[in-house]
């Protein structure tokens, strides 16, 4: 069913399913470079210069359907909105969020009047127009599928020729000005094809939602990718998907707009990411943050029985005894204690009492020696400190660099001094 | 060539009536200085002196409202591949999709030139410079995965994979762990040591004595310029910090302590 039958429609949704490619190739560049809300007033900013070039058509005889014109001027007034963003920025005290604003909103509502203008004169028939608004993949033919196609061909080669360049400035712009990377020019290119992938989905995807292409295959790639090149073929994966399953969609189901269908698909894809991905996804935070909690857990209770043994001079310990230490309920303590003797750090005697195993020793200890180290370091340093504290460190060295523990070694050991004569329980293990 | 009067064509940089403004508002006044070779230079300053500005100015990143900058006689562009840069920290994104060794190897692109790859000679000098810093082990690890100091590191790693005659670095002591610091000392040191010229922003005057040979007193104007200990004295540290006192007499304390010891 989602081969379709039909050749006319066969080569639309693969003129979609390039566009879709192609979005997601410039949109990962256009997400990383934080210009995501520009592609938003570009392509609302198009509607005018539509139905200019359609006034302007059929004012010179033309049916108005001429599809090259169409975008002409979509194209022309993409690139007139951007202008008019980077106007306002450079010349007023306005930020970028409210530049963008002004130009979406003034572009949009001059685009309706024009249209509505524009569908008011007596020759040619402008009914296909609304169609770019929230796109209409059934009006495309054959020949608009292969624009398309070949516009994304190029567009993928040459962001995949200009991708060290494209990393470099999304990246680090000031450095890449000191290697004398133009990037003005770079900025332009980029938003030049964002204003080419805009125009060529405002047929299918249509303007409103045009920028989504852009941004959600991007975002959602975000979450899977670890470096750029992973994530441009992501990207594009998800775009070409999403295009596919979109236009099938709305092909199988008539009197559906193809742009929000797509639309969907895309968010579908990025709520997927956005639960299962494995940078941040929440799936994988949630099981970070489980295993963070587990540590410290499994470190609070190592060293509360370290210390008890330290103080009481004992060599074991009742379950009750580790509950009362901590704002901890007997389950609780059971639980880790159980943990713990799995990993072999504990285990309980025939009279109910939990050791320290042999290797639970020295773990404790290890933790025991860091947390001091970390306490006077923290009371001692206090001007420094917060910057070079790393208590999750496993050695305190890796940190603070073994003269400046060795260091805060004889501060805890006349601290110690003082308050009692028995030696620390506190071996140095480097 | 074009060289102004007492100025030498040999010097890495020599700034002539450097003025440079933001928004009509002046932050650096005729700045006028020659930096001399194969020293570890500090410019410090307190804040909104124009320290990181007179970099970036001497970098062309910010305009200058008047006066001209010559590095070994010729101006920036025609020497963009004798310059390194470690820009501050926060100046960058660290959510981004790329490890350490990918941030690295930024600094070769300058090298490897337009729609070039990168090479496995590039790699070999980027994963050297890692080793310099002491980040071999982090360079396939997520930039966003490491903590501040490593950041900074991998940055200090970028520049010396740029492989230049003059080190630019904009606050790299910046809020780093003490391993660190001690990792930028040494390496440092070591660049001075094969003859390179290192200018840092610096914010901390306690240290100026112990790693630097010479310091820039910068408050909008260069204050004084010269050896450390002609220059970083009670009375140039007044004039370039005003009434700041606290801040002084521990500078004072620490400055008289190194004269003593070293």
């Known amino acids: 069913m989602l081969l379709l039958e039909d050749y006319n429609t066969r080569v639309v949704v693969l003129g979609v399913m390039a566009l879709g490619a192609a979005a997601g190739v410039v949109g990962t560049f256009l ?396 071996d140095v293990k480097t | 060539m074009n060289v102004e009067v007492g100025h030498s064509a040999s010097s890495p940089v020599s700034i002539h009536d450097l003025t440079v403004a933001y928004h009509r508002k002046p932050v650096l006044w005729d700045v006028d200085l020659d930096i001399p070779e194969g020293k570890l230079i500090a410019i410090v300053g307190p804040n909104g002196a124009g320290k990181s500005t007179l970099i970036k100015a001497i970098l062309d990143i910010v305009p200058r409202a008047s006066g001209n900058i010559l590095l070994y006689g010729k101006p920036f562009k025609k020497q963009r591949k004798l310059v390194a840069y470690v820009p501050q920290r926060e100046s960058v994104d660290w959510d981004f999709p790329i490890d350490a060794l990918g941030v690295v190897l930024m600094g070769r692109y300058g090298k490897i030139g337009w729609c070039k790859p990168v090479l496995r000679k590039d790699r070999k000098i980027a994963m050297d410079a890692l080793e310099r810093v002491g980040m071999v082990e982090y360079a396939h690890r997520q930039i966003n995965q490491l903590s501040g100091g490593q950041q900074q590191r991998v940055f200090l790693a970028r520049a010396l994979a740029q492989d230049s005659m003059i080190y630019f670095m904009d606050e790299p002591f910046a809020s780093v762990d003490a391993a660190t610091e001690r990792a930028i000392v040494q390496v440092l040191g070591d660049l001075r040591t094969s003859g390179k010229t290192i200018v840092v922003v610096h914010h901390d005057l306690q240290t100026v004595p112990e790693y630097f040979d010479n310091v820039i007193l910068l408050n909008m104007r260069v204050v004084a310029h010269g050896s450390v200990e002609e220059v970083f004295t009670d009375e140039n540290l007044k004039k370039t910090y005003g009434g700041r006192l606290t801040l002084l007499s521990e500078a004072a304390d620490r400055l008289a302590r190194g004269k003593v010891t070293s």
């Open chain 1, 31 to 426: 997400l990383l470079r934080k210009r995501a809300l520009t592609a938003d007033a570009l392509s609302h900013a198009t509607l005018p210069g539509i139905a200019i070039a359609f006034m302007v058509v059929v004012a010179f005889g033309g049916s108005g359907k001429s599809m090259l014109g169409l975008l002409l001027g979509a194209f022309v007034f993409g690139c007139i909105g951007v202008l008019s963003i980077l106007a306002i920025r450079h010349t007023t005290r306005l930020k970028d969020d409210a530049a963008i604003g002004i130009v979406l909103s003034v572009f949009f509502g001059l685009g309706l009047c024009l249209l509505k203008i524009a569908s008011e004169m007596p020759s040619g028939s402008a009914a296909g127009l609304q169609g770019f608004i929230f796109g209409k993949a059934a009006s495309m033919v054959a020949s608009d599928a292969m624009m398309m196609l070949g516009v994304a061909v190029g567009i993928i080669l040459v962001t995949g020729t200009l991708r060290k360049e494209f990393t470099l400035l999304c990246f680090d712009e000031k450095f890449s000005i000191t290697q004398g990377w133009p990037v003005l020019t770079l900025d332009v290119v980029l938003m030049g094809m964002v204003t080419v992938v805009t125009v060529i989905a405002l047929q299918s995807v249509g303007l409103v939602l045009a920028v989504a292409m852009l941004i959600i295959p991007a975002a959602s790639a975000r979450y899977w990718a670890r470096n750029i090149t992973s994530m441009l073929i992501v990207s594009a994966l998800i775009g070409c998907l999403s295009g596919w399953l979109g236009a099938t969609m709305s092909a199988l189901i008539p009197r559906m707009p193809t742009g929000p269908i797509i639309v969907l698909v895309c968010g579908f894809w990025f709520v997927c990411s956005f639960i299962f991905g494995r940078n941040n996804g929440i799936i994988v935070s949630q099981i970070v943050r489980v295993q963070l909690n587990r540590r410290v857990a499994m470190q609070h209770l190592l060293r509360a029985m370290w210390e008890t043994f330290e103080r009481e001079k004992e060599r074991s310990i009742p379950v009750e005894t580790i509950v009362s230490m901590r704002s901890w309920n007997h389950s609780f303590v059971v639980r880790q204690l159980k943990r713990a003797k799995r990993r072999g750090h504990v285990t309980k005697r025939e009279d109910n009492l939990w050791i320290l195993t042999e290797e639970g020793s020295v773990e404790a200890n290890r933790i025991v020696r860091n947390h001091r180290l970390w306490e006077v370091y923290l009371i001692n340093y206090a001007d420094i400190a917060p910057s070079h504290v790393d208590r999750d460190a496993d050695m305190i060295e890796h940190v603070l660099g073994i003269d400046m523990v060795q260091k805060l070694e004889k501060l805890l050991q006349s601290a110690r001094n003082l308050q009692s004569p028995h030696p620390i329980g506190v």
